[in-house]
């Protein structure tokens, strides 16, 4: 888990990424065939999946090697994978071999449509597309597959896309189009792909500012109040003076907050002993502000 934009350089595991390459070993390196039930992970689009589930059929004769298949996959690749970032990943199979299953009521997904649905999760963008060009460590631009979900014959997959350019967002809604072209997004046969979100609906870029009045008057109240030099940086995260930009592009912006650990995922905290002293900062900068302006 974590935030799809301050922590998507971090390498953190996604479950729903995992979810799929347990399932495209099974499908690929063993004859066992599968068939979807169900699946979903996620639970917003600003936080990296902590959490991914399906409900799926095969063979009676085939029950004992798919256990031992997935389960030799995770031990084998991908917890060492992400052993150094991830302390409490888990994995659960959960056998049901006297299940009857009545595939019409119980709207199993055939053998083409389940290996269809297990490519497309595989080949969907998730992590760092392009790092800052002119800000050190900064993402530029990243993808994030956050959201899985399956009701009746339709699966929605969420993708959430970040970009100080609107440029790049536009670039990666073209790639999406092409990926949807590839697996068949014309709607040919038995499996329809396609695309409701439009670069329009995506949060607005802003591009990064070292010097502006307005920072100058929250970098002089900061020294003022605190007695040290504020410390001024980017960060990759959909901000709401993107939208405000959007609207009014000449009104100049600055993005501050008492601090947060772990933004959107379980173990988010706010350090409490921040939150007084960011009240009087905001305080002293917009008078520091409306000073100026009445002057």
Request: glycine content about 6%; charged content about 20%; aromatic content about 6%.
């Amino acid at each position: 888990g974590g935030h799809t934009g301050i922590q998507i350089q971090l390498g953190r595991a996604n479950a729903i990424q995992l979810l799929a390459r347990l399932l495209n070993h099974v499908l690929s390196v063993t004859s066992i065939d599968v068939w979807l039930v169900d699946v979903a992970g996620g639970n917003a689009t600003n936080a990296i999946p902590s959490y991914s589930r399906c409900t799926l059929v095969v063979r009676a004769e085939d029950a004992n090697a798919y256990e031992e298949a997935v389960s030799a996959y995770w031990l084998q690749f991908i917890l060492p994978e992400f052993n150094d970032i991830e302390t409490s990943m888990h994995m659960h199979s959960r056998p049901c071999t006297n299940a009857q299953f009545d595939a019409a009521a119980t709207k199993v997904c055939d053998t083409k449509s389940s290996r269809f649905l297990v490519a497309l999760m595989n080949v969907l963008p998730h992590g760092v597309q392009r790092m800052s060009p002119c800000v050190d460590g900064l993402v530029q631009t990243s993808a994030a597959f956050a959201l899985l979900s399956m009701s009746g014959h339709q699966v929605k997959c969420g993708l959430s896309v970040r970009s100080m350019s609107m440029n790049e967002m536009y670039e990666m809604d073209r790639k999406l189009n092409a990926i949807i072209a590839l697996i068949g997004g014309d709607g040919d046969g038995d499996v329809k792909v396609e695309k409701t979100c439009e670069p329009t609906d995506l949060c607005a870029g802003w591009d990064p500012v070292t010097e502006s009045p307005a920072l100058d008057e929250c970098k002089t109240a900061h020294l003022a109040l605190f007695g040290d030099e504020a410390d001024v940086y980017a960060v990759h995260a959909g901000l709401e003076p993107g939208l405000i930009k959007e609207a009014y592009p000449d009104m100049d912006c600055v993005s501050i907050g008492p601090h947060v650990q772990g933004a959107h995922s379980t173990a988010e905290k706010l350090e409490l002993e921040t939150v007084a002293p960011f009240y009087d900062w905001l305080v002293e900068t917009v008078a520091r502000i409306a000073t100026k302006r009445n002057n």
